[in-house]
């Protein structure tokens, strides 16, 4: 679900009519096209029929969960997904970013930092897909104009933020990546909104799909108290 090169393309799944103004309002401000949908239905209809660069995603909905929808757009699509939720809760951001959200709001929020985040996604996204064609490494092979990822020559689904936290590691082979060069490549925005927590849940997500034993894992492994690193030496494998 790629959008238009002319106008980044956003879908914005919420009840909340005040809020879906003053959201609208400023996205298209800020040069975006954007529909809404007010119900999982909806949404469903809008994603099968439509094209977006980016879902901005309630949590709580009339009809179900934003949860849900979430793990029903991953099956298919690595579009960034941003949660909107009221529950100012660790266990449901967790859980959002667990299932294959890329990054989490909670309600109220300011609306610049609403958009500093919109921005930053659609930049991050628009980043990676201006790399170079290929990258491979340790059976890993990731094809940047596809977006697609290869372990041992079969296709691995990953989300949009694991895609580029996987390429950001094998742009830099054996080199201890500290928790801030990460979050700062991946992130790009001023706002200190994104932890080690996130970022932690990023990596054991990302484990799971490409090591083959994610409790010892050799390819992405952490250096302790300096960060983590894209490991290729044999000799060296092992971390955890």
Known sequence: MEGSDTMKQILLVEDD????????????????????????????????????????????????????????????????????????????????????????????????????????????????????PRLYSNDIKVELVKGEVYKNGKLIDLTASEYKLLCFFMENP??????EQILNRLWDCDENYVDNNTLTVYIRRLRTKIEDHPGKPERIVTVRRMGYKWNTAEQDRGGT
């Open 174 to 179: 054996d080199r201890i990546l500290s928790p």
């Open 17 to 132: 009519l005040s809020l879906i103004g003053g959201l609208s309002f400023a996205v298209k401000k800020e040069g975006y096209g954007i529909e809404v949908a007010r119900t999982c239905l909806e949404a469903d209809r809008l994603l099968s029929d439509g094209r977006y660069d980016l879902i901005i995603l309630d949590v709580s909905l009339p009809d179900g969960s934003g949860f849900d929808l979430c793990q029903r757009i991953r099956r298919t699509s690595k579009v960034p997904i941003l949660f909107l939720t009221a529950a100012d809760e660790e266990t449901d951001m967790i859980m959002g970013l667990e299932i294959g959200g890329d990054d989490y709001i909670t309600k109220p929020f300011k609306l610049a930092v609403f958009l500093s985040r919109v921005r930053a996604l659609l930049r991050r996204s628009s980043n990676f897909s201006q790399e170079a």
